[in-house]
């Protein structure tokens, strides 16, 4: 079984954010793999794992030639790695990302792919459908637990009130949420030997995009302005002597909520 | 619009999203699917749809792929809506997506506003926790393909006559509908619903073990509230996801809000900051929860929730 998971390489979320002039989020400094995909990432290697002669392989755009999340996920144990690279894609809508990306992953054959539910720093959440509809396959969205022989996939689907059992024949997209498996830590073998894994390195016109329907340029989409939130503020900050309680009490009557 | 059917009705978001519908232009149609779309098709009119496309029960088949074909076929026939408004939820989101890589348009996600500007749809969108609100617009030929927060809007009835059924097939999807439930579990829900309660108690990290969550609990009940959490504790598998709040889980908009051991990271923020009023309580003077907080109690949650419980319990 080929697994393909989807990486997003993203500005550290610790560090504090910054926008560009045109209001997008300023992608320059040092690119990490985005968490939420680290459980992606994890995923396929379990399912891999369980099934005889798989191989799990990454895919990222990003700008810059940036690998340094890739590296952190072939360390967990990927085998190698796809990454689409080019100026041109710089601003590129989510439509647009879906649609290279969909043309990455279908280079690869996978049978299974694996993305996120969102990203951290985009959560539109839905690049990965967007992918699924390009590439003609099944998805199974919002997956709580997942597993596979190999030519089906069995999924716990989050729901309002609670969760739904689906089943869907491979090849298909599954985006997992947070907190469904433990990620690894890589180890200090698997540092050592994802120096030496192999990343494709692609760009736009490699995957048939020319310049003008993709990027800044392709975008149809745009961010107008940016404005401050109106604040709340205001409020009364106290610190507990003993009165903490006594004091939620009081508030609360004051809103009649009691 | 996008309708959708929980149990006999519709989703509370369902409702906004026609009323908001109405609010922008003078013909709505809903687009529905299920076995139970002739019954809906009475609230659809009430909230404002004049009719609704019936995609019919999918036998399963998860939706996403056979509403958004049927959609993209009713746009391709001819019928060119401005705006498709979406819910921001499970299946509304898989519809989204789809539909946007069969019509060739870009989706704007996480809407919280839509107004009218110069002819053109201006989005609002809460960004950095909703500290900061980001306006957007589509720059190229319609329709626009909208997802829209839960709670960004009130429910308000039009008055209408039942919206008149048409049934649109969803034609031929091939592979991609082929996700299918197989059984479905619904867990066991007391008191009244999260989105809907005037009173959420949520507890976080905060707590410092699973088995304090039920402190969070007890005050909830005292409250006639509901009980919701960070994300942390429901990763770390304390309660269930159906107890988030959050970005990535529910939009909370109560009376009263009540952070216990909660730091308020900007995902979770934009899930409960259009609360009337919020209560927190963390030992960390410096959490960012105190930022949106109406009163903030500097301390202990295993000092002050015991208290406060003793203190409600002895007035009831
Ligand atoms: C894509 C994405 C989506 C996300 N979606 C969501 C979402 O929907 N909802 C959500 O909540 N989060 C979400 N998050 C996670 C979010 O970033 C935070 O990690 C999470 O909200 C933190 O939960 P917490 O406040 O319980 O834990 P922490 O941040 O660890 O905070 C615990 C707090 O408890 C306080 N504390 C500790 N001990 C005590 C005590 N004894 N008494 C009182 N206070 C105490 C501490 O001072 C601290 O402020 C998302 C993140 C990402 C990347
Ligand atoms: N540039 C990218 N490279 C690789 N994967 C991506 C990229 N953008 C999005 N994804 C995947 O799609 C998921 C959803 O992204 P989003 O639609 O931005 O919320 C992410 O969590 C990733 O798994």
Not at chain 1, 164 to 178: I, K, Y
Not at chain 1, 227 to 252: N, Y
Request: glycine fraction near 12%; hydrophobic fraction near 45%.
């Amino acid at each position: 079984m080929h697994v393909v998971v989807c990486v997003k390489q993203i500005p550290d979320p610790a560090a504090p954010a910054s926008l560009e002039p045109d209001h997008t989020l300023d992608r320059s400094g040092k690119l990490i793999m985005d968490d939420s995909d680290s459980y992606g990432v994890e995923m396929a290697l379990q399912l891999a794992g369980n099934v005889e002669g798989s191989e799990v392989t990454l895919v990222s755009m990003a700008p810059g030639g940036e690998t340094s999340g890739l590296r952190t996920a072939l360390a967990m144990g990927a085998a190698k790695a796809i990454l689409v690279s080019d100026e041109a894609l710089a601003g590129s809508d989510a439509l647009s990302t879906a649609k290279v990306l969909a043309a990455a992953i279908r280079r690869a054959e996978p049978d299974l792919v694996v993305a996120a539910t969102e990203s951290t720093d985009g959560y539109t959440g839905t690049l990965p459908v967007q992918i699924a509809e390009l590439l003609g396959m099944p998805s199974v969205t919002f997956a709580k637990r997942v597993s596979t022989d190999g030519t089906t996939v069995k999924v716990e689907r989050q729901t309002e009130s609670g969760y739904d059992d689906v089943e869907c024949p491979l090849p298909a997209v599954v985006t997992v949420t947070a907190g469904v498996v433990e990620p690894r830590y890589p180890s200090f073998k698997g540092i050592m030997a994802a120096k030496s894994k192999p990343i494709d390195v692609l760009g736009a016109g490699d995957l048939g995009f020319d310049a003008a329907q993709v990027g800044a340029a392709g975008a149809r989409q745009e961010i107008v302005d940016v404005a401050d939130a109106e604040a709340r503020g205001g409020g009364e900050i106290v610190v507990d002597e003993g009165d903490g309680a006594q004091r939620i009490v009081a508030f609360l009557e004051q809103l009649k909520v009691i | 619009m996008l309708a959708e059917a929980a149990g006999q009705g519709l989703t509370p978001l369902t409702l906004e999203l026609l009323t908001e519908a109405r609010a922008l232009a003078p013909t709505v149609e809903a687009v529905a699917w299920g076995a139970e779309t002739a019954s809906t098709a009475v609230t659809l009119g009430e909230y404002g749809a004049s009719r609704v496309y019936d995609v019919g029960d999918l036998g399963g088949a998860l939706p996403g792929a056979a509403v958004a074909a049927a959609i993209a076929g009713l746009v391709e026939s001819g019928e060119r809506p401005d705006a498709v408004l979406l819910p921001a939820s499970y299946d509304g989101r898989d519809v989204a997506g789809r539909l946007s890589a069969r019509l060739d348009r870009p989706v704007l996600t996480n809407v919280t506003g839509l107004a009218e500007h110069d002819g053109a749809l201006l989005t609002e969108h809460p960004v950095f926790g909703g500290t900061q609100i980001a306006h957007a617009r589509f720059t190229a030929d319609g329709p626009g393909i909208y997802v829209v927060r839960a709670k960004s809007f009130a429910a308000e009835p039009s008055g209408g006559g039942p919206a008149e059924v048409v049934a649109v097939p969803a034609g031929d999807v091939g592979r991609t509908g082929a996700a299918t439930i197989v059984e479905r579990h619904v867990e066991a829900a007391t008191g009244p619903k999260l989105d809907e309660a005037a009173v959420v108690v949520s507890g976080g990290r905060g707590l410092g073990a699973p088995e304090h969550y039920a402190l969070v609990e007890e005050l909830a009940g005292l409250l006639h509230g509901a009980a919701g959490a960070s994300r942390a504790i429901v990763d770390a598998g304390w309660v269930p996801y159906s107890h988030q709040v959050g970005q990535t889980g529910k939009t909370v908009k109560p009376t009263l809000y009540v952070a216990c051991g909660i730091s308020g990271a900007t995902q979770h923020l934009v899930g409960m900051k259009g609360s009337k009023h919020i209560v927190a309580v963390n030992k960390d003077r410096e959490a960012p929860i105190f930022s949106v907080a109406d009163l903030g109690i500097v301390g202990d949650v295993h000092k002050v929730l015991p208290a406060l419980i003793e203190a409600l319990r002895s007035r009831s």
